[in-house]
């Protein structure tokens, strides 16, 4: 990597805390089913602590054989120490069957092995008061969730964006990291988690969600939940700056840099360090590489990827490899709405004449989803990226605004997952979006204009 883009990586970086590690304890993994193959060998290989970090635990088989591979964890190592951290909303939604996260862990390990498993579920300061008690389930997980994917056995460490649920085990392609043999960087998202719990609800010992370590409520009392959680977050990043303080930084060596967003309180730093790597990457000379499953991108992100001075290139998932695409009820509509925020990006690029530099791409398999989020950046005359940005965050407005995100700024010249990627997607142009069936209707164009900040 060359000197002069090394040292404007890590000083996009420099409000969050740095790692440094080996090119050899890096690894991406490549599709669902190496994913879950991992997490099950993981958790059978792990000594002493397991954290778990989701949106959600499915109830499908596979993710009973999970939870069944961390009772054999705890009957192999009695100290064993399980932390989950799921999301409030989606967590305690009842599936057809009856059966949710929350039940799940408790009556597979919770109640069976309470000295060993703690579980706790985030719940958003964005939905509180009456619209708590009118908005329903599945509907009310719009106002914001716990969003962040941490996969921790021992010293090992993954992150990305895959939930614990079947889809993502089986045919919907994410990204995929494994930081292996690093106690400094799996302590850090091991108190990451922890503290993030100590102002979440706990499953009790009734299997009800009781109040959090901290006693503060996002629903009950929401402004000073807001205040103790920011300060929470920055006095966390503030002990882990000084901790990782006087790198000696070397253009031949890897770091990592985490990152966390937590918009409904007003921490920012994701946003201040994507900010400044995009700058930087979409200058002269620079190519931009990046994917987000749903284009419905900041308002600033997308005015400095579309003001850029070098090449882009952004690859979404086409309606069909969208999650929802042919639900019977009102989620339904929500590939046709991102459909049209993307028809909306791709005007924006055409009136900006920057149709020569920014380009779309689809993702599309057959039978396949796409929920894959991330950046990649080449310098000039360079063929390999000087760092990728993986992790929660969809560059989203929600993902700014809404949702707990974390991310993780990886110095590394890792291309082939990105070609991977790129090897299932056709380009974007307007043969494509005329086509039929991609046409919007004005109700889709009227709704994602009022609920432009939810998606």
Known sequence: MDIKSFEGTTSSCSSAPAFRCQQDQVHFLKDPSQFYDHLMERIGQADRRITITSLYLGTGEREKQMVEHLKESITRRPDMQINILLDALRGTRSNRDGDSSQSLLYRELSSKFPKNVRCHFFHTP????????????????????????????????????????????????????????????????????????????????????????????????????????????????????????????????????????????????????????????????????????????????????????????????????????????ISGYIPAAYAEVERRFWDRIRSKNQSERVQLREYVKEGWTFHGKGIWSLPPNEDLPNYTVIGSANLGQRSSDRDLESQLVVLSDERVEYQHLRNTTVTVDEELLNRQGRKSTPLVRWGTRILSSFM
């Open 126 to 329: 964005k939905l509180h008061g009456i619209m708590k008690k009118l908005i329903p389930p599945r509907i009310n997980e719009i106002y914001g969730v716990q969003h962040m994917k941490i996969y921790l056995f021992d010293d090992n460490v993954m992150t990305g964006g895959a939930n614990l649920g079947d889809s993502y085990f089986v045919g919907r392609q994410d990204r995929y990291l494994e930081i292996r043999n690093h106690g400094d960087l799996s302590d850090y998202y091991q108190e990451l988690v922890e503290d993030v719990s100590s102002f979440s609800y706990r499953l009790g010992q009734e299997g009800s969600l009781v109040s959090s370590t901290l006693g503060v409520d996002a629903v009950t009392d929401n402004s000073r939940y807001k205040e103790t959680v920011n300060k929470t977050l920055t006095k966390f990043n503030e002990k882990w700056m000084k901790k990782t303080d006087g790198q000696n930084y070397q253009a031949d060596s890897t770091y990592l840099f985490p990152t966390i967003q937590m918009g409904s309180v007003g921490y920012l730093q994701d946003e201040r360090v994507v900010t400044h790597l995009l700058e930087k990457s979409t200058s002269e000379g620079h190519k931009c590489l990046g994917c987000s499953p749903y284009m419905n991108l900041t308002r600033k992100y997308s005015d400095i990827l579309l003001g850029a001075k070098g090449e882009v290139e952004l690859i979404t998932a086409s309606p069909e490899a969208n999650a929802f695409f042919g639900e019977k009820d």
